[in-house]
């Protein structure tokens, strides 16, 4: 039997012991003969058409329908070489019609755990549609200031409390509708307020699939003037690609446009390049090369343009057994200079954590926390100084890091804890009745096996070969063991939690009788009283 329900792992269905043939272990593995063999004789036993009786019939059908998926499995090497890694679940991934037939094991679960993240990612993109995002900028430079008020204050007044207050807040919301299998619509909005003065807008697109090589998608927007809207997509070569998008937008003072072209190329397995030329009111020219492997990555941009000209880089590093990410970058040009760094880390499935502290000129120390959860992105600049101040650079850096363990502590943990046990006992439930399910399904294989039991018996005992009198399965318990652990006597004193429950299969290995011979392939089974040793 697989599973362990102590541990919470549910408990799957054993196709080998189903077919009573050798799994792939050390000595041997089943041969398709044997897997041929095995299936003729099920069929035989559980085919509904010899059975007459509605109950057996129907007990029949739900055997032989799993003997038939037992042997599509195994009879299969590609569905057969999944199921030993994975168990049955793996079978149940969508996807597996790409896997390479060649793959060995190891390569069959990092492909099994890819598929299954990739769906988890669709029904998630499909359980938190809208997708969106919340900005609050709080400013909180009065903690840090170096400067009292110029006015005068009453002198009794010897206590000042900072102001900490919410500066700008932003929203943002879409909402992505297909309409055909080729054509989506998206309709966004997005609501901000700064020191008092607030602007939104509203815009609505249709992105149509001209091929599997490119897209084009035509916007409409209204907030700040009418805004029109044209992008497209094209992949140029099998390592090229380029995109191009156009804007108008209508002011009380003009039209204003703006025009951005961006061609790529993969340079490697790993790295891929950019280069980009953005004309209009604000014109550039930009080179972007950005490299990703699975544990790290890093990007450099460069870019030279009005009003700014600068060049950035910056590094991650993924500590994938820890599920935390570290960054850092560095950006300097003719606006100012800034160092960011930061750490990021998951804390539940679908939910990431990060806190990050920016330190330039002339914009200061802001400390930025951001919490994505799903396609929902929360995030927190907090503007701690309007100059670089050790004080503010190491509270930023600090306090993070300490709410952190406290929440983890206090919250976090209980939380996580909790899940893990609800699961743990919806897992004891679910496999409590899988369990009944699977002694109801062997009694009636012990009902369906007596045809097949008389004549291979009757067979055994003519010429004089093996015939079982008497066959348990379980281990025995010893009543002396049982008195020393009870209260002293077996029977109705005895602790039922030693008592293991042995069941009689005379019937069934009867059934597995072929040439005067009983192979087994499990050595937990246990034969007693036979008149030729098993």
């Avoid at 490119?214 to 992008?231: D, I, V």
């Avoid at 703006?258 to 930009?286: C, E, F, N």
């Avoid at 606006?335 to 760094?341: H, K, P, R």
């Avoid at 976090?412 to 897992?427: S, T």
Wanted: proline share 4%; aromatic share 8%; with cysteine.
């Amino acid at each position: 039997m697989e599973g362990d329900d102590e541990n919470g792992v549910l408990i799957e269905e054993d196709y080998y012991t189903f077919f009573n043939i050798p799994r792939d272990v050390s000595y041997r593995s089943a041969t398709n003969e044997e897997i041929n063999s095995a299936y003729r004789r099920n069929s035989r036993m559980y085919h509904p058409d010899k059975h007459v009786d509605p109950d057996r019939k129907k007990e029949a059908e739900i055997l032989f329908n799993k003997t038939k998926k037992a042997y599509e499995v195994l009879s299969n090497p590609h569905q057969r070489a999944i199921y030993d890694s994975l168990g049955t679940r793996g079978l149940e991934t969508e996807g597996w019609e790409v896997v390479q037939r060649t793959k060995t094991p190891q390569e069959i679960r990092e492909e099994y755990e890819r598929l299954a993240r990739e769906r988890d990612e669709r029904k998630l993109q499909q359980r938190t549609n809208p997708k969106g995002s919340v900005t609050v900028n709080v400013n909180a430079t009065d903690l840090f200031s170096r400067y009292k008020d110029d006015f005068d204050y009453d002198e009794s007044e010897n206590l000042h409390f900072p102001t900490i207050e919410v500066s700008g807040l932003s929203i943002t919301q879409s909402i992505e509708a297909p309409l055909t299998l080729r054509n989506t619509m998206t309709m966004s909005g997005q609501l901000s307020t700064q020191n008092g003065t607030g602007t939104g807008c509203v815009d609505v697109s249709v992105r149509r699939l001209l091929s599997d090589k490119g897209w084009m998608e035509l916007g409409f927007g209204a907030g700040n003037g009418p805004t029109f809207t044209f992008k497209g997509f094209r992949t140029l070569t099998k390592r090229t690609f380029s995109n191009v998008a156009t804007i108008l937008q209508f002011t009380p003072h003009g039209i204003r446009p703006d025009l951005v072209t961006t061609l790529a190329t993969q340079l490697d397995k790993h790295t891929v390049g950019y280069l980009t030329w953005r004309g209009g009111i604000h014109s550039s020219m930009s080179t972007t090369i950005v490299r990703d492997t699975a544990t790290s990555h890093a990007a450099f941009a460069i870019q030279f343009g009005i009003p700014h000209s600068f060049f950035s880089l910056s590094y991650t590093h993924k500590l994938q057994e820890m599920e935390m990410k570290l960054r850092g970058s560095v950006k300097a040009g003719t606006f100012g200079a800034i160092m960011e760094y930061g750490a990021e880390k998951k804390v539940s499935q679908h939910s990431w954590l990060a806190a990050s502290v920016a330190v330039g000129i002339p914009s200061g120390v802001t400390l930025k926390i951001k919490l994505n959860r799903a396609n929902q992105t929360y995030t927190f600049p907090v503007r701690l100084s309007d100059e670089i101040m050790p004080s503010s650079v190491f509270y930023a850096t600090v306090t993070p890091v300490i709410i952190w363990a406290v929440v983890k502590k206090l919250i976090v943990d209980p939380i996580v804890h909790e899940q893990k046990e609800r699961d743990k006992v919806k897992q004891r439930e679910l496999n409590k009745a899988r369990m009944a399910e699977k002694k109801r399904e062997a009694e009636s294989a012990v009902q369906l096996m007596r045809a097949t039991f008389a004549r291979v018996r009757s067979d055994e005992e003519a010429k004089r070969g093996l015939v079982i009198i008497k066959a348990l399965y379980g281990r025995p318990v010893n009543i002396t063991d049982v008195s020393r652990r009870g209260s002293g006597s077996a029977g109705s004193n005895a602790d039922p939690e030693y008592m293991d429950e042995v069941i009689d299969v005379m019937i069934a290995l009867q059934c597995l009788v072929k040439d005067s011979k009983l192979v087994l392939h499990e050595a937990s089974k246990v034969c007693t009283n036979c008149k030729d040793s098993c």
